[in-house]
């Protein structure tokens, strides 16, 4: 799976951007998309994650209220609404899609991989 983010940049603070990642190559088998960031000198957080149902979204604590994830399923796409932005928010914003497969041994085990995109800079101006 290969994943390509795009809308990032540079907004003022109480701004807005949306930021949208598209899926290719193995897609068949993706189950949960989201997306993380990672600030200079920190650990990568969650911002938000979905499945393939809309109702099962969640958020990081700091974002919630003014981000909003939504999912493409035909369109392996995945994207990030963000309102009143914060210079807190200001970070390298990464997709990630997980897949998942069974093995054949008995019993069958349910095997979880993440995957990447490269990432997209998100600056917040104060």
């Known amino acids: 799976v290969q994943l390509a983010e795009s809308g990032g940049g540079l907004v003022q603070a109480g701004g807005s951007l949306r930021l949208s990642c598209t899926a290719s190559g193995s897609t068949f088998n993706i189950e949960d998309m989201g997306w993380y960031r990672q600030a200079p000198g920190k650990e990568r957080e969650l911002v938000a994650v979905?499945?393939?149902?809309?109702?099962?979204?969640s958020y990081g604590d700091s974002v919630k209220g003014r981000f909003t994830i939504s999912r493409e399923i035909s369109k392996n796409s995945v994207y990030l609404q963000m309102n009143n932005l914060e210079p807190e928010d200001t970070a390298v914003y990464y997709c990630?899609?997980?897949?998942?497969?069974?093995?054949?041994?008995?019993?069958?085990?349910?095997?979880?991989?993440?995957?990447w995109g490269p990432g997209t800079q998100v600056t917040v101006s104060s």
């Open positions: 979905v499945g393939r149902e809309p109702d099962r979204a």
């Open positions: 990630n899609a997980v897949t998942a497969l069974w093995t054949a041994s008995q019993p069958p085990r349910k095997v979880e991989i993440d995957h």
